[in-house]
């Protein structure tokens, strides 16, 4: 399968971000049609991208899992900043950041940790070096986005507690407009969190 472990934002805060990106989106699609946006529903921050995940390496990775978020408090999340993968000039993925930087350090501890367990049930681990952000746009070929950047670091807020760590399954070209379908498979709930 193809899968990922992701934190996903609650609804009131995914509704808080639609709010911000709604005119920002509408006018793009008016206008330029530059960039494919995310659904609302599709928000999350990807830990570790697992393009090849067999079910045995997935039962391995939550055993694992679940001990390693048993020992991890919840963590308050703000919503903030923006950027361009790879770059500004050359972007093909818009986002917004999570923060501060004393939380994107602590996600970023999360992901190694999670991309080292990832390995050790012989799942295969995909990805670029993790940076902390929900994708909220994207392209198929690069394109200057310099002033997306700053239309969209503009956000302020929202925050949340992140309680959980979910295992998503992506089918690929299932979901509206050709888009992946996102199915979750597991949850881990973090120590002090309680019960899913």
């Known amino acids: 399968m193809r899968a990922f472990l992701a934190i996903v934002p609650p609804q009131e805060v995914v509704a808080e971000v639609e709010q911000f990106l709604r005119p920002r989106r509408d006018s793009d699609q008016q ?31 939550l055993e694992a899992g679940s001990v390693w978020a048993a020992r991890r408090e919840p963590l308050p999340v703000r919503v903030q900043g923006a950027g361009a993968f790879p770059a500004p000039d ?22 190694r940790a999670l991309r080292d367990a ?24 690069p394109k200057r986005a310099g002033r997306w950047v700053q239309t969209l670091d503009t956000v302020d807020g929202p925050e949340f507690t992140v309680s959980e760590v979910v295992l998503v399954e992506s089918h690929l070209g299932e979901g509206p407009g050709r888009r992946p379908r996102y199915e979750v498979r597991a949850r ?9």
């Open 188 to 196: 881990l709930p973090l120590g002090g969190a309680g019960p899913p």
């Open 31 to 61: 206008h330029h049609r530059d960039w494919r946006w995310t659904l609302p529903e599709q928000l999350h921050v990807t830990l570790v991208f697992l393009p090849e995940l067999t079910e045995t390496a997935a039962d391995q990775l």
């Open 118 to 141: 990832a390995g050790h049930a012989g799942a295969v681990v995909g990805g670029t070096p993790f940076s902390p952000h929900l994708t909220v746009a994207r392209s198929g070929r």
């Open 90 to 111: 050359r972007a093909r993925v818009l986002w917004l950041g999570v923060g501060p930087e004393d939380t994107a350090a602590e996600l970023r501890r999360w992901a």
